[in-house]
Structure formats: structure tokens, C-alpha cells
């Protein structure tokens, strides 16, 4: 027979996967029987159920996100690449090589070459600090800032004492050019 209870019986099963609680599942009893150990079994059941699902959903979109941020870090180092100079100067005499690789998907480092108005060879080999998206980009306003003092100036001195005035002034979160 199954009997009417005055006060329902409510019960909560933690929705959750090791240490991690997502909520509770609550159901409410108000008969009392002798199959109440197997709503309670078969419950328990859905609330595994719910976990699993609910931590499949969490996982799933920690991977997008995470290959949205992948692709978005291969984009910075296509476009930081695209800032090193595609081509070695042919100087008669010279033999150079470069060879370019950031500690992470994108970094601070680079080199550079080009030629200044009087044909003299101005060639570059830096290190921002830090590494990153933030040296990666400091590294892009410190080639221009250098490109373009470069053309000012016939003085190498005068042309660093120059971007390092630019960049000192514009400077924040304590990074710098080596």
C-alpha cells in the first residue's frame, strides 16, 4: 500500500565530479512505500547522469575557447612574422643567415634589416622583455619607432637615443628593449 505523507520527504543528490559541485538535484517523496530505495537508487542514477553531461558541456567549451585562443595566437605570429624581413640583403662578401623562433606562440624578439637613404645597411637584432602578446607587440612599435628615426638620422646613437626617448615616454608595465 502505498500511504500519504503529511510531510513530503525531500531529497537532494550533488550534481558534481571529483571536487567540483554544479548544483543539486532535488526531488520530493510524498508517498512512502517499499519502492522508495529504488526511486532513490534510480535518482541518484539521473543526478551521475546530469554530472557527466554537465561536465562534458564545461570540457567542450574550455576546448573551443581554447582553440579560439590557438588560432587567435597563430594570427599574431603570421602577423609578426610578416613584420621580419621576407629577404637577406646580397652584400658582396657578407654571407648572413637568420633563423627566428619566440619562446611561446609569439614573443619579443626580432631582427631587422634595411637600407637608409644614403644605402648604408642599418641591421637590428632585439629582445623586448617579457614574453607573449605584450612583447609581441612592443616588439611592432619598436620596429617602426626604429625604421622610422632611422630615417632622421644618419647616427646609429642618435637614432636609438631617439626610439629609446619615444618608447621611454610611452612606456608602461615596465617593459623594455634590449
Known amino acids: 500500500p502505498v500511504l500519504q505523507s503529511r510531510y513530503p520527504l525531500l531529497m537532494g543528490f550533488p550534481l558534481s565530479m571529483q571536487d567540483d559541485v554544479f548544483g543539486v538535484l532535488l526531488a520530493q517523496d510524498k508517498h512512502f512505500s517499499s519502492n522508495r530505495n529504488r526511486r532513490f537508487e534510480l535518482l541518484l542514477g539521473m543526478s551521475h547522469q546530469a554530472s557527466l553531461a554537465i561536465q562534458s558541456d564545461i570540457l567542450t567549451k574550455e ?98 637615443e631617439r626610439v629609446n626617448d619615444l618608447l621611454l615616454s610611452n612606456s608602461q608595465n615596465g617593459l623594455f628593449v634590449t
Open 63 to 160: 576546448m573551443i575557447e581554447r582553440q579560439r585562443l590557438e588560432r587567435e595566437f597563430q594570427l599574431a605570429r603570421e602577423i609578426q612574422q610578416t613584420f621580419l624581413p621576407d629577404q637577406i640583403p646580397n652584400i658582396p662578401g657578407w654571407e648572413m643567415d637568420v633563423y627566428w623562433e619566440p619562446a611561446r606562440q609569439v614573443g619579443g624578439d626580432f631582427y631587422d634589416f634595411f637600407f637608409l637613404p644614403d644605402g648604408r645597411l642599418a641591421f637590428v637584432i632585439a629582445d623586448v622583455s617579457d614574453k607573449g602578446l605584450a612583447a609581441s607587440l612592443y616588439m611592432t612599435v619598436t620596429r617602426t619607432l626604429l625604421r622610422a628615426a632611422a630615417l632622421e638620422s644618419d647616427s646609429p646613437s642618435k637614432t636609438l
